[in-house]
C-alpha cells in the first residue's frame, strides 16, 4: 500500500520557523521529483518548492525563496519542507507530491497558520 504521510503544520507567529515532513512508504522518494503545494483559502494552489529525483535541481517560488528549504532524507525515506522567516501570507494547506513519469502520490496535507 502506497501511503505518504505529512506531519509538522501548526500555528506559529510572524518571524517563526516550522518544518513539515512527509514519510513514504510503499514507494521510494529517491526516485520520484518532489514538489511542496500551498493552497490558501480564495487563492490559487501554489506551487512552493520542487527538487527533482536525483537532488541536482532545486526550484522555489519567489515567494519563499531565501526563507524555505526543500531536501530529502533517503534513508528515512522522508522529505521535507523548512520554513523560516513566516509570513501571515505563508498561512495555507500545505501538500507534498511525488512524481515520477504517470505515478503520483499525495500527502494528506498539513494546515500552516501564521499569526500573531
Known amino acids: 500500500q502506497y501511503q505518504f504521510v505529512e506531519s509538522g503544520g501548526g500555528l506559529v507567529q510572524p518571524g517563526g520557523s516550522l518544518s513539515l515532513s512527509c514519510v513514504a512508504s510503499?514507494?521510494?522518494?529517491?526516485?520520484?521529483?518532489i514538489i511542496w503545494i500551498r493552497q490558501a483559502p480564495g487563492k490559487e494552489r501554489e506551487v512552493v518548492a520542487v527538487?527533482?529525483?536525483?537532488?541536482?535541481?532545486?526550484n522555489y517560488a519567489a515567494s519563499v525563496k531565501g526563507r524555505f528549504t526543500i531536501s530529502r532524507d533517503n534513508d528515512k525515506n522522508t522529505v521535507y519542507l523548512q520554513m523560516n522567516d513566516l509570513k501571515p501570507d505563508d498561512t495555507a494547506v500545505y501538500y507534498c507530491?511525488?512524481?515520477?513519469?504517470?505515478?503520483?502520490?499525495w500527502g494528506q496535507g498539513t494546515q500552516v497558520t501564521v499569526s500573531s
Open positions: 527538487i527533482t529525483n536525483t537532488g541536482s535541481t532545486l
Open positions: 510503499g514507494f521510494t522518494v529517491d526516485s520520484y521529483s
Open positions: 507530491k511525488a512524481l515520477r513519469g504517470l505515478s503520483t502520490y
